[in-house]
Structure formats: C-alpha cells, structure tokens
C-alpha cells in the first residue's frame, strides 16, 4: 500500500494538494466562489509547475489545452459561470481531445451562495460528451483527481470534475495519497488532423467522440464511484448523485425504510447500474417498481432513468418530489423519502436558536471606496440617469440606486451601449472593476466607441479582485506567487480602445471626483472615468492606518446626511429628550476614509487621531 497522510482540511484545500500530488504541469485558472482556495492553496505549497491567475476563463482553458497538447498534465479552475466564458474553446477541445492528462474543475454552487444563478454543468458534460465526476465529499474531490488525471489520458479526452459548494468549502478528515511519478514525455506533438479544427478534420473528429462514447461510459459505470446497494425483498429503490447521496444515505437510515441504493457519481450516467436497480423492485410480486431519483438541480439523471425504464412496470419519481432549484440537504431530501415511502414522518430539523438576530443584508465595508464613487456619480449624474452595473463587490450600488443592471461579468458595458443605441435619453453611466474590465470588459468598450455609443463607463480599480478573496490581477503587478510582474495600465487600454476622455481620480476625494464624472457626462461619446483607491481590506493587511474621525456633538443638526451615505461605522442617536434632535454617531468600525467628513453639510465630522 502506497504511504498516506490525513490532514483535515477545505475540500479545495484537498483538491490542491492532490493536483501537486498527481504530476500536474500546468494549472490556470480564473477567481470565482467556490473555486477561488483551489489555485491560491497550491500557490502556497510551491509547486514544481507552473501555477496563474488568467485574465479570464476562455484563456485559462486554453492555457491549459496548450499544455496537453504538448504533453503535460494540466488543470484548469474556475466557478460554474466561468465554464460559459470558456464554452467556446471547450465544445471543440471535445473534438480535438488531449495528450497529456486535462481536467476542467467546474465548481458549481447550488443555492446561489455567491453566484447569479444555479446552474448544472452535468448539462454542460451531456452537452458536449465528456466525462464528469460529481463527488459526494471533500475525500472524493480530492481521489477523483488522479483518476481523472488518469482517465483523461488513457481516453485522450478531457475530464470534468464538478463539485459543489458543500464539498469545496467543507472540511474533513482527508487521506492524501504519495505524490504520483506518471511516466510522460513533454513536447508538442504536431498533429494537424488532430489540433487544427477545420470542417473536414471537425466531421472526423467528431466520428471519434462518439465512439469513444460506450467505451468511456463502460468504464466509468464499473469505477469505484458508483455503488449500489441491492437488499433482497426491498419495494423500494432510490438512486442518489453526487453530494445529495450522502444526504439521501442519512435519510434513509434515520427513516429506517427498506430500499435498495444505487449511488451516481460519473457521468454519462452507469446504465447498466441503474438497469440492475430497477430489475430489483421490477421483478417483485407488486407488478409496479417504486423508484426515487435524489439529484440537486437539473434532472439529469431522472431522465436516464426515465429512458430505460419504458419496458418496466415501473414508477419514476424526482423532480415532483424533489425540488429542482436551491441546495438540497438532509431535511429536504427526508421530506421527499417520506413521501415517497407513503411515511407519515415530520423530517428532523435543527433547532433554530432562541435569540432573534437582526437583519443585516449585505453592504459595502466601512471606508469602502465603492461607496464614494457611487455617492459622487450619483450627484454628477442625477437619479434619472441609467446605471448599468456588473459583477463584484460594487454590485452592492444597488443599495445606493447606482446599480440598475447585472448580468455577467463585463456586461455592464455592452449592455449600456444597447440601452443608449435603443434610444434612451438620460446620461448612461455604467460601472465595472478591474479585474472583471480586464476579464471581458475590454471587448465591451472597444465595441462602445467603434459603434459610437455615447455613455460613460466607470473603472472601479481597488487595486484587487476583492469580491472572491483579493486575487492579483494583471493591473496590480504581482502574480499568483506574489512575484512582481508585468502591470497592466487601464489608461493606456482605455486610449488604445480609442477613448479620447479617460481622467483618473481618487475617490476620497468627493468634490473632485463630482467634477471628473461632470466632464465624462459632457463629452460626446465613450468616456471613461478610472476611480483608484486600494481596497481598505488590503491596505489595513499592510499596516496602513488612516486617521480617525468622530462627530462633534455641538456642530451636528441631526440632518442624517452621513447615515444616508450608507457607511457602517456611521449611526443615529435619537434625542431622549422631547423636541431635541437627535445626533450621529461615528463607531470603532471607521476605518478613516474621511468622505463622511466631506458628505457633512455642517462640518460636524472631525479628524480626531491616528
């Protein structure tokens, strides 16, 4: 037996560690919850092959397939909606396939924890017929890896690893396997029938993937992945996929109902599995077999089950027990079981604490610089103006009204283009951050002024990608390894896009900023305004402190300006005492911008220390 180890960890942390464990070459990737501690925890091992930041996940895949290509074993990382930025070179790669071992790990998120919408990349797997692994827990994740490393070359296919919120961000025992020596040889391999995807080749190629097909399946269906469970004189049959099996198994047993069991964890689907299963509740003296598919999300396997069960005297449930949007858990899924066993059981549910707690809807940290530049863009601008807004922490505009738009990452452009070119009259100022202009908003303005577009568009540079955990991006200078590197300049893009108004401004500087964003809405055309100012996060992590301010209680007149500007460490007081009014209150959440000092009509807002 090959030496081990166990440590408890994240289940990202563990998906890192086995990629260093596996030989990996090459490792790219884009931050995106839950996705993000993957290639930030392999960075911090110091790996023997190259690990990035790629500007977006198009380019991190190909990054990836580049060293494939070239024999190398290789990853690529990102969230669900990443894959729909990296769509475009993954349906073909499914043609071309690979040479040295490649595995896209998807990490879905169930639930919309940290995502604008919920969607299944098992759809994306079925779509473009490659292989997917769905891991019910941390210790999976991380032993899926090898295998799909493994898989990947032995089929000359890419390999999608798929988990979800609950097994990225979990934490557990893991038992990590001695690092792997896979005998490779480096160098790329000219095969033009092969890597050059024109039609006559595509057609050929594509002949391949599918007989490839049974193959793959056969193999998958036999893995250790998938188990089933058949007890004798059981009427009852569920089949369970990925992490709601695990759930499922905890319902069962709390339940103490007699079923038999089939876990799915590749895909396409083991058909033969699920054929034996059913065959099971099928051939009892109940002439109708009882069947109940647990799956989070999109009904991929139920309609598996739904295509082979036609010959059968049988019964398939799912989605009309099981609901097919949000994350799933053990309440939930015991719910379901119950109904479907015809059990009259009220599911365990945690005991909810005694103590009511206060709402606190997401906002903008204390001395955020989003905030500033959201307060000055709305006096230059007006409320009747048109926001369109895109993905990361400034997303929270919304809360100021300077957030009338959110599709996607570097939409916040385009789509303000479309809203002026349809014929909107108001000023049109969108706003988007330097990770994500640079991710897919450079396409976005270039289109803007090639097209004529007048609206202003608003760089938020807080000098990091703050929203999934302060990443570097191309303009902050460092890379993953936080070595110096290369610095992006956003002016210097914004002028070669063929913008003729690009102005810089700090944002702490309210009056200032107020008159920038004045002359952007008076230019004709495509105007950019860059709003530098380093994420407080960041600059506090570096020792830096910025004065204190406080409200002087005799200067104050109650007129709540400082509280409508939204900041945290800001509050009210009301007067205990008739007809007084009441005074605001400045907190030990300040972190000493100093634009609440500035906000203030009455300069009632002092610095008070360091």
């Known amino acids: 037996m090959p030496k081990s180890n166990i440590r408890y960890q994240l289940g990202n942390h563990a998906i890192a560690q086995a990629l260093n464990n596996s030989g990996v070459d090459l ?87 940290s995502s604008q919408n919920e969607q299944d990349n098992r759809r994306y797997a079925q779509f473009a017929r490659i292989p997917c692994l769905d891991p019910a827990t941390p210790q999976e994740a991380c032993d899926m890896v090898s295998y799909a490393f493994n898989f ?103 339940l103490g109902i007699k079923a038999s069991f089939l876990k799915i964890s590749t895909y396409p689907v083991p058909l033969t599995l699920i054929e034996q299963l059913l065959d099971s509740v099928g051939q009892l003296p109940d002439p109708v077999g009882q069947v109940l598919v647990i799956e989070e999300l999109e009904p991929v396997v139920e309609e598996a089950v739904r295509s082979i069960s036609g010959t059968r005297n049988m019964e398939v449930h799912g989605k009309d027990m099981v609901p097919r949007n949000g994350e799933l858990n053990v309440s939930i899924v015991e719910a379901a079981i119950s109904k479907f066993a015809g059990i009259d059981h009220t599911p365990h549910v945690p005991e909810r604490l005694s103590v009511e707690l206060p709402n606190r809807p997401p906002v903008m940290c204390p001395g955020c610089p989003h905030r500033a530049t959201y307060y000055a863009m709305k006096k230059a601008f007006g409320k009747s103006a048109v926001f369109p807004g895109d993905i990361g922490c400034y997303t929270l505009g919304v809360q100021m009204g300077t957030m009338d738009t959110c599709l996607c990452m570097g939409a916040s452009i385009t789509t303000a283009s479309g809203i002026y070119h349809a014929g909107e009259t108001e000023p049109i100022c969108c706003s988007i951050g330097d990770s994500t202009f640079l991710h897919t908003g450079i396409p976005g303005l270039l289109n803007a002024v090639y097209n004529g577009a007048d609206i202003t568009v608003t760089i938020l540079d807080n000098r990091t990608t703050a929203m999934t955990g302060h990443q570097p991006n191309p303009g902050t200078g460092l890379n993953v390894l936080g070595d110096a590197t290369f610095m992006a300049s956003l002016e210097d893009i914004s002028k070669s896009c063929g913008v003729e108004f690009v102005e810089a401004t700090d944002p702490f500087d309210v009056k200032e900023t107020i008159h920038v964003f004045k002359q952007a809405r008076e230019h004709k055309g495509t105007a950019v305004v860059i709003s530098r100012q380093e994420c407080l996060i960041m600059a506090r992590r570096r020792g830096i402190r910025h004065t204190q301010f406080a409200v002087d209680p005799d200067e104050c007149q109650g007129c709540k300006a400082c509280i409508r500007f939204g900041c945290p460490a800001s509050s009210f007081v009301e007067s205990a005492e008739e007809g007084e009014k009441g005074k605001a209150v400045i907190g030990e959440l300040c972190v000493g911008c100093g634009v609440c000092a500035q906000v203030c009509p009455f300069d009632a807002i002092k610095e008070v220390s360091k």
Request: charge should be neutral.
């Open 152 to 254: 990947s070359e032995k089929y000359e296919m890419p390999v999608i690893l798929r988990p979800t919120t609950r097994v990225c961000h979990g934490k557990s025992d893991i038992t990590i396997p001695e690092t792997e020596k896979p005998g490779k040889k480096i160098g790329f391999e000219k095969r033009p029938q092969q890597w050059v995807m024109l039609p006559a080749h595509a057609r050929v190629r594509h002949k391949v993937l599918m007989e490839k097909q049974d193959i793959m399946a056969e193999a998958l269906g036999s893995s250790k992945w998938n188990q089933l469970d058949i007890i004798k004189g059981a009427e009852l049959a569920i089949i369970a996929s990925g992490v709601a099996s695990v759930y499922a198994r905890e319902a069962i047993e709390r």
């Open 27 to 113: 490792v790219s990737g884009y931050p995106g919850t839950p996705s993000s501690e993957i290639i930030e925890a392999l960075a911090r091992l110091k790996p023997d092959c190259h690990v990035e930041w790629s500007v977006n996940e198009k380019v991190a895949l190909e990054v990836a397939i580049g060293a494939s290509w070239s024999g190398g074993r290789s990853a690529a990382t990102m969230k669900h909606v990443g894959l729909n930025v990296a769509s475009d070179p993954f349906m073909t790669l499914a043609y071309a396939g690979v040479m040295g071992g490649l595995v896209i790990i998807s990490a879905d998120d169930p639930g919309c924890h």
